[in-house]
């Protein structure tokens, strides 16, 4: 048993998706989420910068002594997984690996299509993780950029402009006759009833961030990490910008009102050396 939090960080408010998954899956774990709404998007940010930030945001969390921190950000754990596993003195989970590996498992050898920002298509990692399980998998990518702030401006999957915006993406997969959609954004998850309409229902749709959700509950079950509490885990947000946005819209992405959010100067994590060699 382990009653330290776990830890979550996103580059904005996107990650509080994969947070509403793991507050259903493990409510009574404490849950602490930074996010990044300063410098949010990274979805076209380059490797280094898109690690640069994903270290002080992971640096940051280590003040409340996680047992585990989930890189929540799509971006993040494409670009910066590696940096951020060998940096931090705790296990980190990211998302592309269990959306990996959940695709893979619904596929039965059909294609896989993966959608996300252009910085993580671009990085190739869903299909290398894909083709690390799967080496002849045949996989397609797309990127989504207008998904994003389709989301954060509130539009639902009805509305004509997000109908026309997922089919203008999407038309190609579908013409590729893709059997999985892996949704590797935090934000898709919200177009979800839009990109599945489109896309009709034998193409089976995966969320990054509940099979990562599924994968922490199995890493702590599997390490005795589990809390021992059983009364509802709290949450302590904080951000680096703009907390009443992050209130007002972060509440769609966790299905749950916020009260707790805590603004953080950037002299509390940029380029504070929290981590061994990271950060200097
Ligand atoms: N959180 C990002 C992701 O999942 C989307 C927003 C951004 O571009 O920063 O890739």
């Known amino acids: 048993?382990?009653?330290?939090?776990?830890?979550?960080?996103?580059?904005?408010?996107?990650?509080?998706?994969?947070?509403?998954?793991?507050?259903?899956?493990?409510?009574?774990?404490?849950?602490?989420?930074?996010?990044?709404?300063?410098?949010?998007?990274?979805?076209?940010?380059?490797?280094?910068?898109?690690?640069?930030?994903?270290?002080?945001?992971?640096?940051?969390?280590?003040?409340?002594?996680?047992?585990?921190?989930?890189?929540?950000?799509?971006?993040?754990?494409?670009?910066?997984?590696?940096?951020?596993?060998?940096?931090?003195?705790?296990?980190?989970?990211?998302?592309?690996?269990?959306?990996?590996?959940?695709?893979?498992?619904?596929?039965?050898?059909?294609?896989?299509?993966?959608?996300?920002?252009?910085?993580?298509?671009?990085?190739?990692?869903?299909?290398?993780?894909?083709?690390?399980?799967?080496?002849?998998?045949?996989?397609?990518?797309?990127?989504?950029?207008?998904?994003?702030?389709?989301?954060?401006?509130?539009?639902?999957?009805?509305?004509?402009?997000?109908?026309?915006?997922v089919a203008t993406y999407l038309e190609p997969l579908k013409q590729r006759d893709v059997r999985v959609v892996v949704l590797g954004c935090t934000h898709y998850p919200l177009l979800r009833d839009a990109i599945a309409a489109y896309l009709g229902s034998d193409v089976h749709i995966v969320d990054s961030g509940r099979e990562t959700s599924l994968a922490v509950r199995e890493h702590l079950a599997r390490n005795g990490s589990l809390s021992s509490h059983n009364v509802p885990g709290s949450m302590s947000c904080f951000v680096s910008d703009n907390p009443q946005r992050f209130r007002r819209i972060g509440s769609r992405f966790l299905d749950e009102p916020i009260d707790d959010v805590e603004l953080v100067e950037p002299e509390r994590y940029v380029n504070v050396a929290r981590l061994p060699s990271a950060l200097r």
């Open 1 to 165: 048993m382990n009653n330290s939090p776990i830890a979550v960080f996103d580059s904005g408010l996107g990650g509080l998706s994969v947070v509403r998954h793991l507050r259903q899956l493990l409510p009574s774990e404490n849950l602490v989420y930074f996010g990044d709404t300063a410098r949010v998007p990274y979805g076209i940010k380059s490797r280094p910068t898109v690690a640069q930030f994903a270290l002080e945001l992971a640096g940051f969390t280590m003040q409340f002594d996680p047992k585990l921190i989930v890189a929540a950000c799509n971006t993040a754990s494409a670009l910066a997984l590696d940096e951020l596993e060998r940096e931090l003195p705790v296990p980190v989970i990211g998302v592309v690996n269990p959306g990996a590996l959940a695709a893979v498992r619904l596929a039965h050898q059909e294609s896989i299509a993966v959608i996300g920002t252009e910085a993580t298509i671009n990085s190739g990692s869903y299909v290398r993780a894909i083709r690390t399980i799967s080496p002849e998998q045949n996989v397609e990518s797309q990127p989504c950029p207008l998904f994003v702030p389709l989301v954060e401006e509130g539009r639902a999957c009805d509305d004509p402009i997000v109908q026309l915006t």
